[in-house]
């Protein structure tokens, strides 16, 4: 079971990015899904996530309006378009699973599989 999260980068504030998290050996459909981000010297956060069934989509209120959760099923990944970047967006990003399906911005201890995180700044 592996996870894989890219597409980060250095993006001015106000610009766009797109992360996917990829699986290999395995169909995302079954799982939840849960983007998290932590920042230099702060505490993880739980940034948006997709439950299996019936796919419903959630998001933390700082990121809400400008962040897009979705999933491709064709090529097994789920990405995090992000608009409207601010320089509070930067943070390492990490994509996790939850086999029971279920999903939670509130915390990550439900989370069975972690990618290895990217890195996204926001700066001028």
């Known amino acids: 079971v592996q996870l894989v999260a890219s597409g980060g980068g250095l993006v001015q504030p106000g610009g766009s990015l797109r992360l996917p998290c990829s699986a290999s050996?395995?169909?995302?459909?079954?799982?939840?899904i849960g983007w998290f981000r932590q920042a230099p010297g702060k505490a993880r956060e739980g940034v948006s996530c997709?439950?299996?069934?019936?796919?419903?989509?959630y998001y933390t209120d700082s990121v809400k309006g400008r962040f897009t959760l979705y999933r491709d099923r064709s090529k097994n990944t789920v990405y995090l378009q992000m608009n409207n970047l601010k320089p509070e967006d930067t943070a390492v990003y990490y994509c996790?699973?939850?086999?029971?399906?279920?999903?939670?911005?509130?915390?990550?201890?439900?989370?069975?599989?972690w990618g290895p995180g990217t890195q996204v700044i926001v700066s001028s």
């Open positions: 996790a699973i939850d086999a029971s399906g279920h999903c939670s911005v509130e915390s990550g201890e439900e989370y069975d599989v």
């Open positions: 050996g395995f169909s995302l459909d079954y799982y939840g």
């Open positions: 997709v439950n299996s069934s019936p796919g419903n989509v």
